[in-house]
């Protein structure tokens, strides 16, 4: 299948070329191509069947939106400008979301504190009410919102998604291994009690591979790593070297996971990677790329 992968260049987006590439043709589309310059014309000159959307302006820093700024700029009108490129057209959409759309919904109530972790009670189900509150979580709920006006779209909203390679826009799993390595004292908040079900990239792309393989429709579905892949920020500072020294910087963060209740009903999808097995591969490879 001709895929359109916009984002390629990013750090999920890279991870999900490698791995579509396999059994598919994949077209990127990067940063300095723009999402704005998608016409019906770049679809159909390439024979396009599916298109990815992985951009994004990730403003997690600031809650008030302004018209203009890149976060509406990409988030907003980009997903807009691509909806209307596709319109009327037999093409696939995936737009990938975030779990921030849903805000801060894990309270104190919600775990039971253990030395190194904080056990939720329940997980985040695809049904959970919205709340975002950063810019970064409101222009990706919009961007659902454009999505769904596409009739062959899906929404995949992830919660922590890693790769196997070093990348120069680390998520925090790779911030904490490189400050590691480097022996550096890591800054937490919450003591680092707080857990993520972190997914890895192959996963995704398995499961997108699941819809463009299929005739299901309209979905917005949440994806993360499964019980086997939640971990805590401190459970990951002490597997890379428990004489790590940790600061507490304050903020509550109670922690994080799906139940992938949609994405097993839909697709019978379940996370198969380990990340127990996969910190040794993400270790090596940033090393190599420090050598």
């Given at each position: 299948?001709?895929?359109?992968?916009?984002?390629?260049?990013?750090?999920?987006?890279?991870?999900?070329?490698?791995f579509l590439s396999k059994?598919?043709?994949?077209?990127?589309?990067?940063?300095?191509?723009?999402?704005?310059?998608?016409?019906?014309?770049?679809?159909?000159?390439?024979?396009?069947?599916?298109?990815?959307?992985?951009?994004?302006?990730?403003?997690?820093?600031?809650?008030?939106?302004?018209?203009?700024?890149?976060?509406?700029?990409?988030?907003?009108?980009?997903?807009?400008?691509?909806?209307?490129?596709?319109?009327?057209?037999?093409?696939?959409?995936?737009?990938?979301?975030?779990?921030?759309?849903?805000?801060?919904?894990?309270?104190?109530?919600?775990?039971?504190?253990?030395?190194?972790?904080?056990a939720l009670k329940h997980?985040?189900?695809?049904?959970?009410?919205?709340?975002?509150?950063?810019?970064?979580?409101?222009?990706?709920?919009?961007?659902?919102?454009?999505?769904?006006?596409?009739?062959?779209?899906?929404?995949?909203?992830?919660?922590?998604?890693?790769?196997?390679?070093?990348?120069?826009?680390?998520?925090?799993?790779?911030?904490?291994?490189?400050?590691?390595?480097?022996?550096?004292?890591?800054?937490?908040?919450?003591?680092?009690?707080?857990?993520?079900?972190?997914?890895?990239?192959?996963?995704?792309?398995?499961?997108?591979?699941?819809?463009?393989?299929?005739?299901?429709?309209?979905?917005?579905?949440?994806?993360?790593?499964?019980?086997?892949?939640?971990?805590?920020?401190?459970?990951?500072?002490?597997?890379?070297?428990?004489?790590?020294?940790?600061?507490?910087?304050?903020?509550?963060?109670?922690?994080?996971?799906?139940?992938?209740?949609?994405?097993?009903?839909?697709?019978?999808?379940?996370?198969?990677?380990?990340?127990?097995?996969?910190?040794?591969?993400?270790?090596?490879?940033?090393?190599?790329?420090?050598?």
């Open positions: 299948m001709n895929i359109l992968l916009i984002g390629h260049e990013g750090y999920v987006g890279s991870g999900l070329y490698s059994k598919n043709k994949v077209m990127g589309w990067s940063h300095d191509q723009d999402i704005l310059s998608i016409t019906p014309e770049v679809i159909l000159k390439n024979k396009i069947k599916a298109v990815i959307n992985c951009a994004t302006v990730a403003d997690k820093a600031n809650q008030t939106f302004k018209l203009e700024s890149q976060s509406d700029i990409v988030n907003i009108k980009g997903m807009y400008n691509l909806v209307k490129a596709l319109e009327g057209l037999d093409v696939k959409l995936v737009y990938i979301s975030t779990k921030d759309v849903f805000g801060d919904c894990i309270s104190k109530s919600d775990v039971i504190e253990k030395k190194d972790h904080y997980l985040i189900d695809d049904s959970q009410p919205f709340a975002p509150r950063t810019v970064y979580a409101k222009t990706k709920l919009v961007g659902e919102f454009i999505a769904e006006s596409h009739p062959k779209s899906i929404v995949i909203r992830l919660s922590s998604c890693y790769t196997d390679f070093s990348h120069h826009s680390s998520n925090w799993i790779l911030n904490i291994i490189k400050s590691s390595l480097k022996g550096e004292k890591i800054k937490v908040t919450s003591q680092g009690k707080q857990v993520r079900d972190v997914l890895h990239v192959d996963d995704l792309g398995k499961l997108i591979q699941l819809f463009l393989d299929s005739d299901c429709y309209g979905k917005k579905i949440n994806a993360g790593g499964g019980p086997a892949n939640t971990i805590s920020i401190l459970q990951l500072i002490k597997m890379l070297d428990k004489k790590t020294e940790i600061e507490d910087v304050g903020g509550i963060d109670y922690g994080f996971a799906f139940n992938n209740r949609l994405a097993k009903k839909l697709f019978g999808w379940s996370p198969e990677e380990l990340f127990s097995e996969k910190l040794p591969v993400i270790i090596n490879n940033i090393k190599g790329a420090s050598d």
